[in-house]
């Protein structure tokens, strides 16, 4: 009941991110059920643990609520022997996430990146827009087409609105800001939509083109023959959709790829003169003044720019070694957690599921809260004195592992 409960959470948090697709770009559902499909199994990682903490809960602290523990410590059977079919079913499924988080996750993503391939393919074609209401092809303007023509990329009767740019992005030319293009209507009688799969790209080809600016202090009316604006369809979809999927990879691609950095970073240091071992603090610290002390001119760009490098390369492998971590760290959770749960279900003597629901959420947050401040203190670490192998990482299981062994030991004497 547990992990369903978190599951379905997780999913709708998921359907949240890709809900205004769905809903406002007349995206096609099919494909985006198949990406959400794609996500479960890193779901499942994430909310098995959480499961067996309130599963825990739920099944001993029944037991002490239906003094079922105290029939049973009449009868001779220790505490402990109550616990462990609790720790065996840990165990199990702390192997089983292992091995779902290593093989299965991997799967799913690849999978996943097939499907949104797909979802670009049909999201830059003409079909994708609807004639007869507002196509929110991006997330600064609207497109609105009266009619399209069958078998064909033609539509007619195209306005394009935008509704809010970002700071430096005009798509209409130029490189005003956000602000100074966000009243641009743009109209024409006809245009033609170009599909770029392959890049991405949903390009519209203007003909006979109005642009008004409506802005009090920009009002503007310019007639242009032609003109194209270009939709980035992948940009948004990598924005709303994938995130961050490296993530999802197998903790060994991820080491390897903190290990490539690593060896980037011990080159920066031979170009430098900076002796091997030296701390990343100093180390930034000479970067800096090396970039500084570069003179103009395109063969120096390197130089100028070794001190910003060095420093992403510094976080990027850091944060690549966390991120491998945290593949282990879910799946060891799973133990940890259950290990938690039966004794505080036990000394809280209430099987209530509102009650051990809430107490598990508790649990959650303050856990994440941890990982998240261990995490960043890791990547400080890394800058200012050298890498942390991803110890930093285990912290909230280790403490939870602590205090689940406290519990186990305090109710066992009872």
Known sequence: MGLFLFACGLTLVSLREVMDIILLSGAPIGPIVKLLLCRFPELLTLSLPIGCLLGGMLVYGRLAEDNELVAMRAAGVRTYSVLLPG??????????????????????????????????????????????????????????????????????????????????????????????????????????????????????????????????????????????????????????????????????????????????????????????????GLALARAKAWSEGAPEGPEYKYDRDVYEHLRGLIKHAQRKTNQAMMRLTYPAGTFVFMLIGMPLGILAGRGKRTVSIIITVGIIVLYYAIEKTAEGVSENFALTSRFDPGFAMWTPNILYFLVGLALTIVIARQ
């Open 87 to 280: 720790l065996v079913l840990g165990v199990f499924l702390t192997w089983l996430n292992f091995y779902w988080t290593a093989n299965v996750t991997p799967l799913a993503l690849e999978r996943f990146e097939n499907q949104q391939r797909e979802m670009i393919k049909q999201m830059t074609s003409a079909v994708w827009i609807k004639p007869g209401q507002f196509n929110e092809i991006h997330y600064n303007f609207a497109l609105y087409v009266n009619s399209a023509q069958p078998g064909s990329n033609t539509i007619n009767g195209v306005s394009i609105f935008m509704s809010g740019g970002e700071e430096g992005m005009n798509p209409f030319g130029g490189s005003s800001s956000g602000e100074e293009v966000s009243d641009w209507i743009v109209s024409a009688p006809t245009a033609t939509i170009i599909p770029k799969p392959i890049e991405g790209f949903l390009e519209i080809s203007l003909e006979d083109a109005v642009t008004e600016n409506f802005r009090p202090d920009k009002q503007s009316r310019v007639n242009i023959n032609s003109m194209t604006v270009t939709v980035d369809i992948a940009g948004r979809l990598n924005k709303d959709i994938t995130k961050d999927s490296s993530e999802r990879r197998h903790w060994k691609v991820l080491l390897a790829e903190a290990d490539k950095d690593r060896n980037d970073i011990e080159n920066i240091f031979e170009h430098l003169g900076l002796e091997q071992g030296i701390s990343h």
